[in-house]
């Protein structure tokens, strides 16, 4: 079975360009989430969708951020203008329903902003 | 809410030589706990974890972790590894019941297994 899959795998732009990443979760998962993985921070979660509904979005950390689910089988997570703080590797995981279940991430998104 | 300590943010070990990976956690409420682990350029995939039943879990590699409720650890072993356990190990915690946007990582261990 195809596990998460994530494009781009790498990422180099200059700041202030928009970039989006993108996103096709497991098929017959109802959840999906995004998270920043940095050195200093740890692994951050930035939102979480359930059957393509925002959940918590308390993550994201500026309005320069935006994630969209316009259906079961993809979804977006863009920032407007980037910043090199941004610089970081996004991971898109996705589960069913229930606390015990584990999640499964994506080789995730290396993006480096200039 | 809960929260989750890994101990260790790096273990470097010799091959086949035996390792623990520390993880306590913090919660009021009965809780779910996790193993992942992060092989260089990939994700995160489970590697074990205990839901309930027998306090002690294995994976299908030889790790093996330990629920202690009473010390709130969840410590991850293995008794001899290998070149290619090199990896980030984290540990992860989430309430019984609870939203699944809840999920708390600990900052991770990287394991270092030298030749």
């Known amino acids: 079975d195809a596990g998460v899959i994530q494009s781009p795998r790498h990422e180099v732009t200059e700041m202030g360009q928009e970039v989006t990443l993108r996103c096709k979760p497991i098929?017959?998962?109802?959840?999906l989430f995004w998270y920043r993985q940095t050195m200093m921070r740890g692994l951050e979660l930035l939102i979480y969708?359930?059957?393509?509904?925002?959940?918590?979005d308390s993550g994201m950390p500026e309005d320069r951020f935006s994630a969209k689910m316009p259906n079961a089988s993809f979804s977006t997570l863009k920032i407007q203008p980037s910043e090199p703080r941004d610089s970081a590797v996004y991971f898109c995981a996705s589960s069913t329903q229930g606390s015990h279940q584990p999640q499964h991430f994506g080789d995730g998104t290396r993006l480096s902003i200039l | 809410a809960q929260s989750v300590t890994q101990l260790d943010s790096q273990v470097p070990v010799f091959e086949e030589a035996p390792v623990e990976l520390r993880c306590n956690y913090s919660s009021s409420v009965s809780v779910y706990l996790f193993w992942y682990v992060q092989y260089p350029n990939q994700g995160l995939q489970l590697l074990l974890k205990y839901l309930s039943g027998s306090t002690l879990v294995e994976s299908i590699n030889g790790f093996e972790a330990e629920f202690n409720k009473s010390q709130t650890s969840f410590h991850l072993r293995k008794p001899s590894v290998h070149i290619s356990d090199t990896a980030e190990y984290f540990c992860?915690?989430?309430?019984?019941?609870?939203?699944?946007?809840?999920?708390?990582f600990g900052k991770g261990t990287k394991l270092s297994v030298k030749p």
């Open positions: 992860a915690v989430i309430s019984r019941g609870g939203s699944q946007g809840n999920l708390i």
């Open positions: 969708f359930n059957n393509n509904v925002p959940i918590d």
């Open positions: 098929s017959g998962h109802d959840y």
